[in-house]
């Protein structure tokens, strides 16, 4: 069986699905305004949050960090001035990784880089999370995998040979290895999300646990990756789909993660084990409902019964309809009066149980 255990949560094919709450920048850079996420997430059911982290300096060139960047979601005028402000540092993920052992959740982060992994290795980070960009990035893979610490591929905008390229790299290190089906687009459009692709993953990867990274809009999509067999789901999350920033509007809302974390805790108990059974619950409503064969008129001692002489009639707390085969031709052994029930004692003597 899939087995991975992260922060001593443990996740498998037969468990409930482990929900990342992705928060990425959407603190908008507010140490206050991560922790209320923090608590938001734990109170919707998640059980991770997830953060990104930067080393902006060292991870663009130095055209892309000094291009200007006037728009109504940046922080800074120019690239590098935005992805400073919204960058936390060591004291704000101290801060925040006493937060969430408060709170009982595994926070960690996505590391963009060679530094960022070093980072989050010495904030003893319990995961680690790999962006869809660095599928490719089998150099940081590798180094990100000799931690010893789970990883997480996100596989946007890879091909299965980009996929199987870094499970291959990664598991020789490390096999505690989460590999996410993830649409590159955001949002990412409902016939580009190739929920397919779960289940050939699990086929590929029969020792790997695979999830879903959804940037669609909405929470139904996860629900038909569980039942594909996904057991992670990372979503990203805000508190409000009108803040400032770029990943807000395809966000989900606290009372959007709610039910998406409730409806997939519903959904695992909803399979059940396959075992077609009659539940006590349904007996009542099925007595209520249910028909049974009664006489459809007054019938004497000794008539013999044809198929006009019957009724199929509710409640159904009688002999069943499909027994009706049965009963034409025998005779009865007492007189009957109209939608007096059938029974196999006056029939032939032997008594009719109803299976419950």
């Not at 979601?73 to 935005?82: E, L």
């Not at 067999?229 to 966000?251: C, I, M, P, Q, Y």
């Not at 409730?262 to 009542?284: F, N, T």
Request: charged share 25%; glycine share 8%.
């Amino acid at each position: 069986m899939r087995e991975l255990s992260i922060g001593g949560q443990r996740i498998s094919d037969d468990g409930d699905c482990w929900v990342i709450a992705e928060i990425g920048h959407n603190h908008q850079g507010n140490l206050d305004t991560a922790r209320e996420m923090f608590a938001a997430a734990k109170a919707c059911g998640a059980n991770a949050v997830k953060l990104q982290k930067r080393d902006n300096r060292g991870l663009f060139t130095a055209a892309a960090y000094q291009k200007p960047y006037a728009n109504p979601n940046s922080y800074g005028d120019t690239y590098g001035a935005h992805r400073e402000f919204l960058e936390f540092e060591a004291a704000e993920y101290k801060a925040l990784k006493a937060c969430a052992e408060e709170l009982g959740l595994v926070m960690f982060a996505t590391a963009f880089d060679f530094a960022s992994a070093d980072f989050l290795a010495q904030m003893d980070m319990p995961v680690f999370k790999v962006a869809s960009g660095d599928l490719k990035n089998i150099p940081l893979l590798k180094h990100i995998a000799g931690f010893q610490k789970p990883v997480i591929l996100s596989t946007g905008g890879g091909t299965m040979e980009d996929v199987r390229r870094a499970h291959d790299a990664i598991m020789p290190i490390n096999p505690q290895l989460c590999i996410l089906q993830c649409t590159a687009g955001y949002p990412a459009a409902f016939e580009e999300l190739n929920l397919q692709v779960i289940s050939t993953f699990r086929e590929r990867f029969p020792e790997t646990t695979i999830g879903l990274s959804s940037h669609d809009n909405g929470i139904a999509m996860a629900l038909a990756a569980y039942m594909l067999g996904a057991r992670v789901v990372e979503k990203h999350f805000t508190l409000n789909h009108t803040w400032k920033g770029t990943d807000h509007a395809f966000s989900l809302e606290p009372e959007g993660l709610r039910k998406m974390v409730r409806d997939l805790r519903r959904v695992r108990v909803a399979m059940g084990d396959g075992v077609k059974r009659v539940y006590a619950s349904e007996v009542a409503p099925m007595i209520k409902m249910g028909k049974k064969i009664v006489a459809a008129r007054d019938l004497p001692a000794g008539h013999a019964i044809r198929m006009e002489d019957l009724a199929i009639k509710c409640p159904g707390d009688g002999l069943p309809p499909y027994e009706i085969d049965k009963v034409v031709g025998r005779t009865t052994l007492a007189p009957l009066a109209a939608d007096d029930d059938i029974t196999w004692s006056v029939l032939n003597g032997r008594q009719y149980k109803m299976a419950v």
